[in-house]
């Protein structure tokens, strides 16, 4: 994940930044209420989902720990050769045919997007977007970097696919992320891509979790420890949260996601990005970045990395390093905001 090719884009944005003045850090607490509709209709798909046991309950699909890890096994390996990223798609691509979605390749210079929708019932409410990139540099089997990533979207696609919502429910696997982002460039590059696009749910690497103090680190000069403790992060210098990073220009992303966690699931600690990451590069690392700069709300759903994880673009990304159950509490938080964000009218 480069970070060379933002160079002339802070140069630009610098421009543009300049009378922006600063950002309010409250805003996630003037936010207001999501407006959920309750009316659950029940649809035709593979695995039917129950309706909810109260009337006035909505509804969360719950994910299947033994689907999202049998996704990891099939995928584990490197990624890099066009062999190898050929065979990824496929697999993508079938899976996505199974839960009943047409998907779309999308070729660009060196590499081929994966797309998908399911349209909204309302056609003025706009689309949710979750996507992950299945590249991986270089002699890594990438099991977090980003199989973890790609599984979670495959099962927000399971479980979301075939259910009515007001808003359309997009899902996307970029390619090249690793050289320089470009499978998301190519998708932020098409207007048409982007036309009633709500909001972006990047997943980067959710499933490595580490219990010993001091293994946790943070970007330099993005001040976390409130959001930290407003999460109810007892341990800063333990990574057993999973953190999400969006700009502070669209904070009802952040918003679903604090609410989406429970007792049961690990923290949220959502972190507002002022002037873009600007004054923060090392949050414009992965596949958000392209959107931030479309003026498109966007978060990045992380593990936060070689910040954490001593195996980031390593050989040793292996199954034997992801954390299962922090794996399947992460995929868990995914599904919970995408669903309430997808009943947004």
């Known amino acids: 994940m480069k970070q060379l090719i933002w160079i002339a884009l802070f140069i630009l944005v610098a421009v543009t930044v300049a009378g922006w003045g600063s950002y309010s850090w409250q805003r996630l607490s003037a936010v207001p209420e999501v407006s959920i509709d309750r009316n659950i209709h029940t649809s035709q798909n593979p695995s039917p989902l129950p309706l909810p046991a109260e009337k006035d309950a909505f509804y969360l699909p719950q994910i299947e720990p033994s689907r999202l890890w049998k996704h990891v096994e099939t995928l584990v390996g490197e990624r890099e050769g066009e062999r190898s990223r050929s065979f990824t798609r496929d697999y ?9 979605f047409a998907p779309d390749l999308q070729r660009f ?55 009515p919502t007001p808003r359309t429910l997009q899902v996307a696997f970029f390619d ?22 709500q909001g972006a749910i990047v997943l980067d690497m959710v499933g490595y979790a580490c219990h010993t103090p001091g293994c946790q680190q943070y970007p330099e000069g993005l001040t976390a ?20 990073i969006g700009d502070a220009e669209h904070p009802l992303l952040l918003k679903s ?5 429970k007792a049961d699931l690990p923290p949220v600690v959502a972190l507002p990005v002022p002037l873009k990451g600007l004054l923060t590069p090392d949050v414009l690392r992965s596949d958000h ?14 593990d936060t990395a070689n910040l954490r994880s001593p195996h980031y673009h390593q050989s040793s990304d292996t199954l034997a390093t992801i954390d299962r159950p922090f794996f399947a509490g992460s995929a868990q938080i995914v599904v919970n905001a ?8």
């Open 289 to 302: 970045a392209p959107f931030w700069y479309k003026g498109i709300g966007a978060v990045l759903v992380t």
């Open 92 to 100: 993508i691509s079938k899976q996505l045919q199974t839960l009943g």
């Open 225 to 244: 420890q409130p959001f930290l403790e407003a999460s109810g992060v007892k341990s800063p210098d333990k990574g057993e949260f999973i953190a999400v």
């Open 109 to 163: 210079d060196r590499g081929i997007n994966v797309f998908a929708e399911r349209k909204g019932t309302d056609s003025n409410a706009g689309t949710i977007l979750v996507a992950a990139h299945y590249d991986t540099v270089p002699n890594s089997p990438g099991a977090d970097d980003n199989a973890t990533g790609v599984a979670v979207v495959l099962e927000v696609a399971r479980l979301l696919g075939s259910r």
């Open 176 to 197: 090249r992320e690793e050289i320089g982002l470009l499978g998301s460039l190519a998708f932020t590059g098409s207007e048409a891509r982007l036309k009633n696009l």
């Open 338 to 345: 995408t669903a309430k964000l997808l009943e947004i009218r």
């Open 257 to 261: 996601f604090a609410e989406s966690g």
